[in-house]
């Protein structure tokens, strides 16, 4: 999709510091880490959100969980725990409208966010 960074990154024509890759899926760190690890997990085909998940697509979250739980383990806070974010239009706090996961971990995290 036109004007879509996470497009950009899944096809290359934006740099990205890499995590993970498969078929479906690409990962990558956060440009403005929120915690010692921050990694987002999008799918390659754009997705808005949430919001516009169908049958044909419903699979993806969990893949990206699978990823997140793959990531988690190499990136050692698999013990110490993480959160898994999808932040899902305004009052959500979503600022790139292409589907992502955050992975954060590495500190203990505030509960309830802001
Ligand atoms: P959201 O606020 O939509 O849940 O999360 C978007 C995230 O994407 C933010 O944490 C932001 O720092 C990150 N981000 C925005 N643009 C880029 C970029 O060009 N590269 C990378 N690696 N992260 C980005
Ligand atoms: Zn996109």
Redesign the pocket.
Known sequence: MENC?FCK?AEGS?P??KAYEDERLLA?????P?APVHI?IIPKIHIDSVNRLEEDTAELPAQMIMAAKKLAKEYRIEHTGYRL?I?TGKDG????DHL?M?LLGGRSLGWPPG
């Open positions: 960074i990154i934006v990205c510091k990558f760190h956060d440009i403005q929120q987002l974010v932040n706090g979503q600022s790139v992502h955050h």
